[in-house]
């Protein structure tokens, strides 16, 4: 059924590709709701969670009746130097409770925005004021965390970015956050958010993927241009693996924590639900020519993103030789000799029309399923944001988690307040032992991740296919 949905509607999609230049980034930028920048170093923004419209669907299309913070999808861009303070009074104008989450921020436990376990949920007519240090620079973003299935896959979330102290040169900054919308004819969004087919399976795949909420225009560039592009992947449920055509995107950073410059394997920029990634593309090609990247995660559904389009002159004769590596976060590095491991196995979803379950018999798992509960961490499926921890841990220990996915389909896990070192995959170490806060594991891979546990609190632990989270994939670390 779901199939010949996404067949139907790829003609809608596949003749009017989003995307969106670098003037339209700029403007994203140039529409600050900073309010103010306190003498005390405070930096306020007011967002509202409220109705809007968005062009997603493109030019001679209806625009979409989205959410959104500001009523814009995505939301207004936050925007502060790395060690500020900012405070930002989300007021709720929605017809239901929602909150805010800082995802890749290390925040306290109490401005982490998770619904019933770290704050009572913003009823609607109210405003919460979250205020907290911003310890890293780098691309983050921010979402609910209350019916995010559906908040979020309506549009709710908006880029947060954490400048350097000193920045590396580019010739522009740029953001691109990736949506991926599952609109009827219409233009309008699909209603079944939430169904079980998308919970046991892929989750909630659209058919008109955007960037900046917007319907692409070409990225207009000129020969010789250095370009960093923070991009943000904000679907549901999408896996994006960009490629840029004739150009060597370098990622420099993952998850907002600046990695070892690398051309990622085939050119490939992989990135799951919730993951972000800073690339520096230098604009190796010549005056005039055009290109196209190209979405190709799912083998059988490669679709033109967007082009690329070198204006007529030369900016100049080769891109700049300057240094690209980003200076490192201050992150407590964990120490491997003494930490203490814990294997997390996550179960579930269909598999060749069977639910693949823990330990569970098959009677119990039946009544699971119909309740919606088809995923397990070791062997638990969650229901709410509030559980007994799936683990306890001791404050400013070091710990390994070696995560085995037994399932037959990709998750990106996230865990909250603390970014982790991913050590291997398959049982081979990572050749960059990247710090991330989402790390993507394939159907039956194992994954092997460490941290420091210095942030007190109670933290979710999920996959970020938002309906898989929802359909019990979560669980809650404390670290005490
Ligand atoms: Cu993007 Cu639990 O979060
Ligand atoms: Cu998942």
């Given at each position: 059924m779901m199939g010949s949905f996404v067949k139907k509607n790829n003609d809608f999609q596949l003749c009017r590709r989003a995307f969106i230049t670098g003037s339209a980034g700029l403007a994203l930028s140039s529409a600050l709701p900073l309010t103010s920048a306190l003498a005390t170093g405070v930096r306020e923004y007011h967002i509202n969670a409220t109705t809007g419209l968005a062009p997603l669907a493109g030019a001679g299309q209806p625009e979409t009746s989205i959410w959104g913070f500001n009523g814009k999808v995505p939301g207004d861009e936050i925007r502060i130097p790395q060690g500020e303070r900012l405070r930002v009074n989300v007021t709720n104008q929605l017809k239901e409770e929602t909150t805010v989450h800082w995802h890749g921020i290390r925040v306290p436990n109490a401005m982490d925005g998770v619904s019933h376990l770290t704050q009572k949920p913003i009823k609607p007519g109210e405003t919460f004021a979250y205020e907290f240090d911003v310890p890293d620079a780098g691309t983050h973003w921010y979402h609910p965390h209350q019916n995010g299935f559906e908040q979020v896959g309506r549009g709710l979330y908006g880029p947060l970015i954490v400048e350097e102290r000193k920045p590396i040169q580019v010739d522009r900054d740029i953001v691109w956050v990736l949506d991926d919308w599952r609109l009827a004819k219409d233009a309008q969004i699909s209603e079944g958010f939430g169904n079980l087919h998308d919970i046991a399976h892929?989750?909630?795949?659209?058919n008109t993927v955007t960037i900046n909420g917007r319907d692409p225009d070409p990225l207009h560039v000129h020969a010789g241009e250095r370009i960093r592009i923070r991009l943000?992947?904000?679907?549901?449920a999408r896996i994006f693996g960009l490629n840029f055509a004739s150009h060597n995107p370098k990622i420099i950073a993952l998850d907002g924590q600046p990695v070892e410059p690398f051309e990622p394997s085939g050119g490939k920029v992989v990135l799951g639900p919730a993951m972000r990634a800073d690339i520096i593309l230098d604009m190796t090609q010549n005056a005039g020519e055009k290109f196209i990247v190209t979405d190709h995660f799912y083998q059988s559904q490669k679709y033109r993103l967007v082009n690329i389009v070198y204006g007529p002159e030369r900016l100049r004769d080769a891109p700049p030789d300057t240094p690209i590596t980003l200076p490192a976060n201050t992150l407590p590095e964990p120490d491997l000799k003494t930490a203490e491991r814990h294997d997390v196995r996550f179960n579930g979803g269909m598999m060749g029309g069977m639910m693949m379950g823990g330990k569970r018999d098959s009677g119990n798992m039946m009544n699971m399923m119909r309740e919606g509960k088809v995923w397990f961490i070791n062997g638990v499926a969650a229901t709410?944001?509030?559980?007994?921890?799936?683990l306890t841990l001791t404050k400013d220990r070091s710990y390994i988690l070696a995560m085995q996915?037994?399932?037959a389909w990709h998750h990106p896990i996230h865990l909250h307040g603390h970014s982790f070192r991913v050590l291997s995959r398959k049982g081979k170490p990572t050749p960059r032992r990247e710090w991330q806060d989402t790390v993507l594991m394939a159907p039956r891979e194992n994954v092997e991740i460490a941290f420091v546990a210095d942030n007190p609190g109670s933290w979710m632990f999920h996959c970020h296919v938002l309906e898989h989270m929802a359909g019990g994939m979560m669980g809650v670390i404390r670290v005490a």
């Amino acid at each position: 059924m779901m199939g010949s949905f996404v067949k139907k509607n790829n003609d809608f999609q596949l003749c009017r590709r989003a995307f969106i230049t670098g003037s339209a980034g700029l403007a994203l930028s140039s529409a600050l709701p900073l309010t103010s920048a306190l003498a005390t170093g405070v930096r306020e923004y007011h967002i509202n969670a409220t109705t809007g419209l968005a062009p997603l669907a493109g030019a001679g299309q209806p625009e979409t009746s989205i959410w959104g913070f500001n009523g814009k999808v995505p939301g207004d861009e936050i925007r502060i130097p790395q060690g500020e303070r900012l405070r930002v009074n989300v007021t709720n104008q929605l017809k239901e409770e929602t909150t805010v989450h800082w995802h890749g921020i290390r925040v306290p436990n109490a401005m982490d925005g998770v619904s019933h376990l770290t704050q009572k949920p913003i009823k609607p007519g109210e405003t919460f004021a979250y205020e907290f240090d911003v310890p890293d620079a780098g691309t983050h973003w921010y979402h609910p965390h209350q019916n995010g299935f559906e908040q979020v896959g309506r549009g709710l979330y908006g880029p947060l970015i954490v400048e350097e102290r000193k920045p590396i040169q580019v010739d522009r900054d740029i953001v691109w956050v990736l949506d991926d919308w599952r609109l009827a004819k219409d233009a309008q969004i699909s209603e079944g958010f939430g169904n079980l087919h998308d919970i046991a399976h892929n989750g909630r795949l659209g058919n008109t993927v955007t960037i900046n909420g917007r319907d692409p225009d070409p990225l207009h560039v000129h020969a010789g241009e250095r370009i960093r592009i923070r991009l943000i992947n904000a679907a549901n449920a999408r896996i994006f693996g960009l490629n840029f055509a004739s150009h060597n995107p370098k990622i420099i950073a993952l998850d907002g924590q600046p990695v070892e410059p690398f051309e990622p394997s085939g050119g490939k920029v992989v990135l799951g639900p919730a993951m972000r990634a800073d690339i520096i593309l230098d604009m190796t090609q010549n005056a005039g020519e055009k290109f196209i990247v190209t979405d190709h995660f799912y083998q059988s559904q490669k679709y033109r993103l967007v082009n690329i389009v070198y204006g007529p002159e030369r900016l100049r004769d080769a891109p700049p030789d300057t240094p690209i590596t980003l200076p490192a976060n201050t992150l407590p590095e964990p120490d491997l000799k003494t930490a203490e491991r814990h294997d997390v196995r996550f179960n579930g979803g269909m598999m060749g029309g069977m639910m693949m379950g823990g330990k569970r018999d098959s009677g119990n798992m039946m009544n699971m399923m119909r309740e919606g509960k088809v995923w397990f961490i070791n062997g638990v499926a969650a229901t709410g944001h509030v559980m007994d921890p799936l683990l306890t841990l001791t404050k400013d220990r070091s710990y390994i988690l070696a995560m085995q996915n037994d399932t037959a389909w990709h998750h990106p896990i996230h865990l909250h307040g603390h970014s982790f070192r991913v050590l291997s995959r398959k049982g081979k170490p990572t050749p960059r032992r990247e710090w991330q806060d989402t790390v993507l594991m394939a159907p039956r891979e194992n994954v092997e991740i460490a941290f420091v546990a210095d942030n007190p609190g109670s933290w979710m632990f999920h996959c970020h296919v938002l309906e898989h989270m929802a359909g019990g994939m979560m669980g809650v670390i404390r670290v005490a």
